[in-house]
């Protein structure tokens, strides 16, 4: 694996791969992680690394757009985000109002649907405002699908499902015996996604409790790169890497 963008480019001007328009994954997660270390490597405070993460994310989103990704899911802050000091939090929450602000115009011309994933409860009224005014103008649209995990866990979604259920087959309206993958899907918050074909994290290599079910089969790839330094060329290398994956799901295949 290949994990600086030096090394990437010189890597990209002697193997002349191209990315296969065909082969493109439907579904790509990131878990954008480093704001912090970014920002202090410059003696910056740790919400400069996060205001810098934002170019990343309209980078990124510009980018997959412009590939045919079909779902683009950015992990923005998971339920343990809130252990954090509260300065950091309240400005981690203004941010969706600012990226809004800047780029909303762009995704409604450019078909782009916005969707919250995780708990609404606990977020701030200004920061769901912003988020559900997004939803709705996007609503109609039939384009990539823009996914914020935010206040996002995947413990709390199993958790959640295991009680929805619970009380459905309590009141008679699920039998138990017709619980099985296919039903547990449809009680998480991705019920109306396609699993990620590829999750992306930058800087760390853990889940961080990210979509712990819908990544079952999902192609991982790690770079050792700040979020705020990841730019297209990082995302292109990932797909390209994706391209070069056999997927199996636990059956064998002929060029394998
Ligand atoms: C990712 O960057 C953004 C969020 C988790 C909200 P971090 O803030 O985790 O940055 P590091 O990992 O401390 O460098
Ligand atoms: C994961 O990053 C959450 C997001 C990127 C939103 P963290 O920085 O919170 O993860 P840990 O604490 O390093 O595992
Ligand atoms: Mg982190």
């Given at each position: 694996m290949l994990h600086n963008l030096k090394k990437w480019l010189k890597w990209k001007k002697t193997n002349k791969e191209e990315l296969l328009l065909e082969n493109i994954p439907k579904h790509v997660a990131i878990i954008m992680d480093g704001n912090g270390r970014w920002a202090k490597k410059r003696g910056l405070p740790r919400v400069a690394g996060h205001r810098a993460g934002m170019k990343s994310v309209t980078e990124i989103t510009r980018a997959a757009h412009e590939l045919g990704v079909e779902v683009l899911t950015l992990?923005?802050?998971?339920?343990?985000?809130?252990?954090?000091?509260k300065d950091e939090v309240d400005f981690l929450m203004k941010l969706p109002q600012d990226y809004l602000a800047s780029e909303l115009e762009d995704l409604v011309q450019k078909n782009v649907q916005i969707r919250l994933l995780g708990?609404?409860?606990?977020?701030?009224s200004h920061t769901l405002q912003a988020l559900f005014e997004a939803r709705q103008r996007t609503e109609q649209n039939t384009g990539m699908i823009l996914n914020f995990a935010l206040n996002y866990g995947s413990r709390a979604e199993i958790v959640q499902m295991v009680k929805e259920i619970s009380s459905k087959v309590k009141s008679e309206e699920?039998?138990?015996?017709?619980?099985?993958e296919k039903l547990v899907g449809q009680f998480l918050?991705?019920?109306?996604m396609i699993d990620p074909d590829l999750l992306i994290r930058t800087k760390?290599?853990?889940?961080?409790?990210?979509?712990l079910w819908q990544l079952a089969y999902t192609e991982l790839w790690f770079i050792d790169v700040y979020w705020p330094d990841f730019r297209r060329e990082n995302f292109e290398q990932a797909i390209l890497e994706y391209q070069r994956r056999v997927r199996r799901y636990g059956t064998v295949k002929e060029d394998s």
């Open positions: 992990y923005a802050f998971s339920t343990e985000n809130w252990k954090r000091p708990t609404e409860e606990g977020l701030p699920i039998d138990s015996d017709q619980i099985d918050h991705s019920s109306e760390e290599i853990r889940l961080s409790n990210f979509m």
